[in-house]
């Protein structure tokens, strides 16, 4: 699926497939975290592997006060107990499909807001 470019400046999506999402400047394999100014691949791989420990260092870098979770194929939902510990670091949660959380993320970018994208 492609997207139209936002803005240079920011990591917007320009496409996305099953294994991969290739922004304006990069590819990077899939799972991996997106936010404004930061992207990169990381090594959680299922919800199960969520927790404030792991999205710390991925917060730090980009402020951000939304994570879209993109789960995949379909359309998965985080444990109630990691919504409140993530919600605890001051970061509210929404997941969908990786399509869906792409495009989302691209409109919410756009609007400047502070959203970062987990696509798992």
């Excluded at 492609?2 to 803005?7: A, D, G, L």
């Excluded at 990381?42 to 939304?66: E, R, Y």
């Excluded at 994570?67 to 939902?77: D, S």
Aim: proline residues 2%.
């Amino acid at each position: 699926m492609e997207f139209n470019q936002q803005e240079a400046s920011h990591n917007s999506i320009v496409s996305v497939e099953e294994y991969h999402v290739n922004l304006a400047h990069t590819q990077l394999k899939i799972p991996c975290f997106i936010s404004s100014h930061h992207c990169c691949e990381v090594d959680m791989a299922h919800l199960d592997d969520i927790d404030k420990v792991s999205l710390f260092p991925l917060s730090n870098q980009d402020d951000i006060d939304l994570l879209i979770i993109g789960t995949g194929t379909t359309h998965q939902f985080l444990h109630p107990k990691q919504q409140v510990s993530i919600r605890k670091m001051g970061i509210g949660t929404e997941s969908m499909n990786n399509k869906s959380a792409c495009r989302s993320f691209n409109l919410l970018l756009s609007d400047a807001r502070s959203v970062g994208l987990l696509l798992l």
